[in-house]
């Protein structure tokens, strides 16, 4: 069905990548529980151990479950190839793994899931990768923070936990500037909300584990590749450019087109490094995709309505929810998410990390947990927890600092989350 891109959202999620199985006629995309798959001949296992023809070898590289999944969300996103992992954490590395080499660098907003800041500020540099943490609103400094060896330019559409929107076309104007690609985790946003790569992303990642999947069950993640981007412009992307020693000097950029990216995450990606996303996992993930846009349509509707109560509270000092008209985010609502801002937002508690700990301990609907994305409302204190391992600059220039709470709204009743919300200040800070 990805032949008919003028049908609209609501049909895609439903309906793209999945058809009728051919064996069975089963409508529902069968869960393929399985290693490995019969070739037909010596020369057919020869021919697509070469690359040379598309199909099923061993599902560490492809499973047809997992390829369902991979169709959904990259036509979802407008992209031409979508490649899933075992967790959005895989897709990044999975994302980077072909630009970098030791030496380079990423340019990234300091605005990201607190687990991204420590995967991009200690771990890459056992890859002799590093990163430079830029302010995404100081369009100046993402520029001069560029140099000869940067790779990328990685931020987050709708940014972890303050729920502040990225001005991705200014950010990919620089971008492209510079002759170096756009990546955008739209966690947050889901593609419902956000298509970053009509505002000119290279790719999107995805932890699949959040609103994709919504109901908390399944990790995952997931590299969608726009196609758009020319890999052998300059000598900067040689994984992509350059003969491949492993597949007999293949040359990615030359042999798939626009399809480079894609073929490189499985043929290389998934092949050696092995982050591979397991079936049942891509099912319980298609079953979630099916109602994507009703989900959030609720989850936006229901943190406008909480944020709104929120903002008028004295026990607060801060909502930072960017649906809120006195946001400064607010103008980039209609550009970049014109569906809404999204389910996720930070307040500021009036009492600091003791208000907050104790806020945290007295909700009752709210669930204490390190997610989000779910259709149950989850808060956390992410000073505390996720945000921890950052220094108190990082945490502040993060949006997580010592009086800061996030919440991730869901699915409920908007009067018994409010009243949930009001029991628990009242604890918290009388
Ligand atoms: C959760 C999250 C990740 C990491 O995804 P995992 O599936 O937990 O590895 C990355 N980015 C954002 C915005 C997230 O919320």
Redesign the pocket.
């Known amino acids: 069905m990805t032949d008919t891109p003028q049908l609209g959202f609501d049909t895609l999620q439903v309906h793209a990548g999945a058809r009728p199985d051919p064996a069975t006629g089963a409508r529902q995309v069968p869960i393929c529980q399985t290693t490995a798959y019969v070739f037909r001949d010596a020369e057919h296992a020869a021919a697509l151990f070469n690359l040379q023809e598309v199909g099923y070898i061993y599902s560490r590289l492809t499973n047809p479950t997992v390829a369902a999944l991979q169709e959904r969300i990259a036509t979802l996103e407008g992209g031409v190839g979508g490649v899933c992992c075992s967790?959005?954490?895989?897709?990044?590395i999975m994302a980077l793994f072909p630009l970098m080499q030791p030496g380079r660098n990423i340019v990234a907003s300091s605005r990201?899931?607190g687990?991204?800041v420590t995967q991009f500020s200690q771990t890459i540099k056992r890859f002799g990768w590093s990163a430079k943490f830029v302010d995404f609103d100081d369009h100046d400094a993402v520029a001069a923070a560029i140099d000869d060896d940067t790779r990328a330019v990685f931020c987050?559409a709708i940014a972890?936990p303050g729920g502040h929107i990225t001005d991705l076309d200014a950010i990919s104007a620089i971008s492209d500037a510079a002759g170096i690609p756009l990546i955008v985790?739209n966690?947050?946003a889901t593609p419902y909300l956000c298509r970053p790569i009509e505002h000119g992303a290279t790719l999107v990642?995805h932890?699949?584990?959040?609103y994709l999947t919504g109901n908390g069950t399944v990790?995952?993640?997931c590299i969608v590749d726009s196609g758009k981007f020319d890999w052998a412009a300059n000598d900067k992307f040689p994984s992509l450019s350059q003969p491949e020693p492993a597949y007999h000097g293949l040359v990615f950029a030359d042999t798939f087109g626009p399809m480079a990216f894609t073929f490189h995450g499985i043929a290389i990606g998934l092949r050696d490094l092995g982050m591979t996303m397991n079936p049942q996992a891509a099912h319980y993930t298609l079953m979630g995709i099916e109602t994507l846009s009703l989900r959030m349509d609720r989850h936006v509707q229901n943190a406008m309505t909480i944020a709104q109560w929120l903002k008028d509270d004295p026990r607060i000092d801060d909502v930072t929810y960017a649906g809120l008209p006195t946001s400064p985010y607010a103008h980039l609502v209609p550009k970049i998410c014109p569906k809404g801002a999204g389910g996720l937002f930070t307040i500021a508690v009036k009492g600091g990390y003791d208000a907050c700990v104790k806020l945290v301990d007295s909700l009752e609907i709210f669930s204490h947990v390190a997610?989000?994305?779910d259709t149950r409302s989850l808060v956390i204190h992410s000073a505390s927890t996720t945000h921890r391992q950052l220094s108190p600059e990082q945490q502040k220039a993060a949006g997580a600092g010592p009086n800061i709470v996030r919440l991730s709204i869901g699915i409920e009743d908007a009067k018994d989350l409010i009243a949930d919300l009001d029991q628990a200040l009242a604890k918290a800070v009388g």
């Open positions: 967790s959005g954490h895989a897709a990044q990201l899931y687990g991204t987050e972890n985790d966690t947050s990642v932890s699949t584990t959040k990790t995952g993640g997610n989000l994305g």
